[in-house]
């Protein structure tokens, strides 16, 4: 009897857990059809605004605060081997 009632909750568990996932694979679905949209376009207004984003005279800044330059593998390994061998504590 008890073989049945295990049988049973595992059933409706993975009936549960199957139709959860089809749902969320139908919202992703969706939430990609919709496009890309630009984040430029959703500004945040000055009045809630971060205070990094004032400047020392109170005023706005809207201006990227940080920009990552990307740069290939063989130009980083060069630019940390002459860290390492610029270090005081590298024996040549």
């Given at each position: ?10 059933t ?26 630009d984040n ?6 000055p ?7 004032w400047?020392?005279?109170?005023k706005?800044?809207?201006e990227?605060?940080?920009v ?13 081997d002459?860290?390492?061998n ?7």
């Open positions: 009897m008890i073989q049945i009632l295990y049988i049973l909750a595992f409706i568990l993975s009936i549960f857990a199957i139709s959860n996932l089809i749902r969320s694979m139908i919202a992703l679905s969706q939430n990609d059809s919709r496009g890309y949209q430029r376009s959703r500004r945040v207004s009045q809630y605004a971060h205070p990094e984003l400047d020392k005279d109170g706005y800044i809207d990227p605060l940080m990552i330059k990307s740069i290939n593998v063989d130009d980083a390994r060069s630019r940390l002459a860290l390492y610029s270090s005081p504590s590298s024996e040549k």
